[in-house]
């Protein structure tokens, strides 16, 4: 049994030839009408839904607000429309309009990556760390469909990159601590920047201890390390045409699960991308850029560490994907274009071995992924028009091809259990379109938009064998023959501008068909000891969302700057019951004070009571909270250098609290001081 | 020269033609095979004139259970393996105070006329002083024979327990014995048992239309069940019981059993819950 990893590594290191041989000839074929070169993201600000700064320290030395060295997990928390589901002090899953990964598309730098986890401990976002990114690009709905195929939306994840400027060397050195978890952070970063050549180098290690709630109460199981290794370099071949390679190597490991009953001993990804880039093409076309990436994730849990286990279990799972995209846009007097063409191949592998308290009795072993090799190729369009001045329409569409096969004899006999007439392959066409109308009206901008798209179940909702979820108690057994879930979305927003005033209002609805959830099946036994059940990943009729929020900015005077947010969510299925991680009446509030050098932040933020809450899904009903922070920074020149200094205290008051996204309802993090150094050698 | 030319022409040829040819349909290249290649010899018992052959598909002695005998016997004089013999068989369990029979099936034919195929059920392994012994009786070139041999019969080396003998609710004693899978894979495997009962020591028919439920579980696991088991009900086909048994990961099953006869009243094993982990008719497997 053992032998399967092997064998399977084998296979998929000939596929990946294969894949990568054919990556190379489509692109060939496809690249044959295409051309200039800007941040083609970067043309579209109006249409994205929110930018998340994330960077480099270069560019963050002046922002308020944020802790420098925070994790991703931490900026992505930041974002209006983004919530982490938490299962430790590590990993968060993101949540956006209240859907998690199998609704969203999470891509790297345009790349399409896949956890390893059977039980979602390793979010794609777990695989990268600040000191690689530049953005984060957060899209709703079907506007993030240029990413992949989405019901939720879609968060892109931009890799920092050099510029082709004569900069030569430049180097920095980070460093922070927070009390509370004992935290220690460091990280280096050295880039050359010449005319026809860049290569940047940086290198992040974070390491802590367990955290202790509010109140001293120690969460046990919360430590993690983590160290991430990355490369990026960059050619231009002449003016125009570029050449990148990028490569990150993460490892995080002794990763502790507060929430869960296992820890993770080992989890490894390794990302790498080649890419060409072409300001004009063939004359007609602008920003032409093709890219081929592969990426491997390897995930090991662990509960050896575990006291009162049941049983000791193994549970390594791999993720491996190679794939390719290609994109260009058009533009004339008043349409501006995009193309793009992309695909992608993985493979998702995961088994289990348990080790019986009778030494004679043999090892137990099972897939709980069953070597499923996914192969989706799509086309998107988009086409962002111009009415005149004051008015703008946005349509898209992607059409794509979703194929999964079950590769693995064994786990697809296994599956027959369940499914006697379980076929191999399961081939989908899924579809997106949609529309944006926006109008300016003297201080007021509005829009209402509508789409319409589609997604495949995700490998655990179609071939998921016995995957205990430690939430709700059940053993979650996928259907290979699940609908394709659907979404139709409706949204409107309002914006007013005014001086130091600004002021939004949004609301947008989801009619989910086909919504994929687990439903109790009492005619199943569960695998688990201690499990409640089964629950079998069922097609509902429908299920509904509705999100709504109010954002405001105010600048009462010069360097001051106060925001307030407020969001209210509701989720419901199609009996009218409620969904489960559905976000309750929450805010958001700061004053943030900057000058010369000086920058101070002040942070409250908080949820009302949750309402709506559904026990079946193992939900308890959180209380309110309110929880404040404080942050403050200093610029300092060091020898002609930049050393910049922040410190902050959060949580204050040391509230004990527990949210919605927060797993199990274990404890969030109590007082929380922290200082960070970087310095920077130009 | 020319003659090596021509000779490797037609090796080539034939060569060629063999490796055309769908493995079923051309007799003349199995002449030569020995149809019992993969077999395992239990034992030979050598006669003037004759020998009688026993082979076992995947065992190396005959061991407790459920246990499948291919049979040929082979003319000394013409070489050849003897058809149409007509064999029929009687196991005897000498015991210290006592003899009895054991469940067995006819002696038939396979698809190779020469070779015979049956099941006997032992109950109990051999030792030093209860044996076990077959009589054989079959006719070669016209003449009735018959032969007793002495057989050694051991415990499984695993120790499982793959017959079950034991005394029903009506008074009646049964063997009830594991047949298929050998070779238990983590799927929904199709199951085989075969059911006897007690008529007399020496008669051990075959019980017809009963029904016996399962519920596999995993003693090392929580007792965990497996899903869409199916019970097994008699065929009259194969005169055996089948059903589906769903195995949903490797490592040591105990099947639990009742059986239950026409009127569905239960005639032995309990129900597996919280407080009782295991019935009192089982069988024992491990992958």
Request: glycine share 6%; net charge negative; proline share 4%.
């Amino acid at each position: 049994m053992k032998t399967y990893s092997n064998r399977l590594a084998m296979s998929m290191l000939s596929q990946k030839i294969i894949v990568f041989f054919c990556l190379v000839c489509l692109s060939g074929t496809v690249l044959q009408a295409q051309e200039k070169q800007i941040d083609s993201l970067g043309l579209l600000p109006v249409y994205l839904d929110e930018v998340l700064l994330i960077g480099h320290v270069k560019e963050l030395k002046y922002q308020t607000g944020q802790k420098p060295l925070a994790t991703l997990d931490e900026y992505l928390e930041g974002a209006q429309k983004v919530n982490m589901i938490k299962r430790g002090a590590y990993a968060w899953e993101p949540s956006l309009n209240n859907m998690t990964s199998e609704r969203l598309v999470v891509t790297i730098d345009g790349m399409q990556i896949f956890g390893a986890c059977t039980d979602k401990m390793d979010p794609v976002t777990s695989y990268v760390d600040v000191s690689n990114l530049k953005e984060a690009q957060i899209q709703s709905s079907q506007q993030g469909a240029v990413l992949g195929n989405t019901i939720g939306g879609g968060i892109n994840l931009t890799l920092h990159k050099n510029k082709f400027e004569n900069n030569g060397l430049t180097a920095t050195v980070e460093n922070a601590y927070e009390s509370n978890n004992n935290l220690r952070v460091i990280g280096a970063d050295v880039g050359f920047e010449g005319e026809r050549f860049y290569a940047n180098g940086d290198i992040m290690y974070r390491k802590a201890d367990n955290y202790y709630a509010g109140g001293g109460e120690e969460v046990e199981f919360s430590q993690y390390e983590k160290y991430n290794v990355s490369l990026n370099t960059g050619y231009k071949v002449e003016e125009g045409k570029r050449l990148l390679a990028t490569l990150i190597y993460d490892e995080a490991k002794d990763v502790g699960y507060p929430a869960l009953p296992m820890d993770v001993s080992l989890a490894r990804g390794i990302i790498s991308s080649i890419s060409w880039e072409q300001d004009t093409f063939l004359g007609v076309l602008t920003n032409w850029e093709t890219k081929g990436y592969y990426n491997y994730i390897k995930h090991v849990m662990d509960d050896t560490q575990r006291p009162d286990v049941a049983i000791h279990m193994d549970m390594p799972g791999w993720s491996e994907t190679v794939g390719f995209y290609s994109q260009a846009n058009y533009t004339n007097s008043n349409h501006f274009v995009t193309i793009k063409a992309d695909g992608y191949y993985n493979r998702s592998y995961a088994e289990m071995t348990m080790y019986p308290n009778n030494p004679n009795e043999e090892n137990m072993f099972m897939l709980t992924w069953p070597d499923v090799r996914t192969l989706n190729t799509g086309l998107y369009l988009e086409d962002l028009i111009s009415l005149n001045n004051k008015q703008s329409l946005l349509l898209s569409t992607r059409f794509g091809v979703h194929r999964n096969t079950v590769a693995d004899d064994f786990g697809f006999n296994s599956l027959k259990i369940f499914y006697p007439e379980i076929e191999r392959t399961n081939n989908r066409l899924l579809k997106s379109f949609s529309a944006q109308y926006k109008k300016d009206i003297h201080a007021f901008t509005v829009s209402v938009g509508g789409g319409y798209g589609e997604r495949a179940p995700s490998v655990s909702e179609g071939y998921g064998f016995y995957l205990f979820n430690s939430y709700d108690g059940f053993d979650y057994v996928g259907d290979p023959d699940l609908k394709t879930e659907a979404s139709v979305e409706a949204n409107t927003a309002v914006s007013f501008k005014k001086k130091n005033i600004e002021l939004k209002l949004e609301a947008n609805y989801f009619y989910l068909p086909n919504y994929i959830i687990g439903v109790v099946d009492s005619e199943f036994a569960p695998m688990t000891i201690g499990a409640q059940g089964v629950k079998i990943y069922t097609n509902l009729d429908h299920a509904q969302l509705f999100n709504t929020s109010i954002q405001t900015e105010w600048q009462p005077i010069n360097r001051l700057v106060v925001k307030a947010t407020a969001s209210w969510h509701r989720g419901t299925d199609s009996e009218d019951e409620n969904l489960p991680l559905i976000s309750p009446l929450a805010y958001k509030t700061s004053v943030s004070y900057s000058k010369s050098g000086y920058s101070g932040t002040v942070l409250v933020n908080g949820n009302a009571a949750q309402e709506n809450f559904n026990p079946t899904y193992g939900e308890m009903q959180t209380d309110a909270y309110t929880v404040v922070s404080a942050t403050f920074g200093k610029r300092f020149f060091v020898a002609g250098n930049n050393l910049y200094a922040k410190a902050g205290v959060e949580n204050i008051f040391d509230v004990n609290y527990t949210t919605f996204t927060d797993w199990n309802s274990i404890p969030r993090m109590g007082r929380n001081m922290f200082v960070t150094l970087s310095y920077s050698i130009n | 020269m020319k003659t090596l030319k021509y000779i490797s022409l037609l090796l080539i040829t034939v060569l060629t033609f063999s490796s055309c040819s769908s493995n079923g349909d051309d007799e003349t290249t199995k002449v030569e095979e020995n149809p019992m290649e993969d077999f395992f010899l239990l034992k030979e018992l050598n006669y003037e004139g004759h020998s009688v052959e026993l082979y076992s598909e995947n065992k190396t002695q005959f061991e407790i259970g459920y246990t499948p005998i291919y049979i040929r016997i082979k003319d000394k004089v013409t070489e050849n393996y003897v058809e149409n013999a007509n064999i029929t068989w009687k196991p005897m369990m000498h015991m210290e105070a006592m003899q009895h029979s054991a469940p067995s099936s006819k002696v038939m034919a396979t698809d190779d006329p020469s070779i015979y195929k049956g099941y006997i059920v032992f109950q109990m392994p051999g030792n030093t002083t209860e044996y076990w012994d077959i009589t054989f009786n079959y006719t070669l070139n016209g003449e009735a024979i018959s032969k007793t041999e002495r057989i050694d019969v051991v415990s499984p080396s695993d120790g499982f327990k793959r017959v079950n003998t034991f005394m029903g609710n009506d008074d009646t004693r049964y063997v009830l014995a594991y047949v298929d899978p050998v070779a238990p894979e983590v799927t929904l495997n199709d199951m085989t048992a075969v059911l006897h009962k007690m008529e007399t020591m020496m008669e051990f028919p075959v019980v017809e239309n009963y029904t016996i439920e399962i519920d596999p579980r995993m003693p090392g696991m929580g007792n965990h069940t497996s899903p869409n088991n199916e019970d097994l009900t008699y065929s009259t086909q194969t005169s055996m019981y089948n059903g589906k048994l769903s195995l949903s990961m490797t490592g040591y099953w105990k099947i639990n059993m009742k059986l239950l006869n026409q009127d569905g009243e239960v005639l032995k094993g309990e129900d597996v819950t919280e407080d009782n982990p295991e019935s009192s008719l089982y069988f024992e497997i491990e992958f």
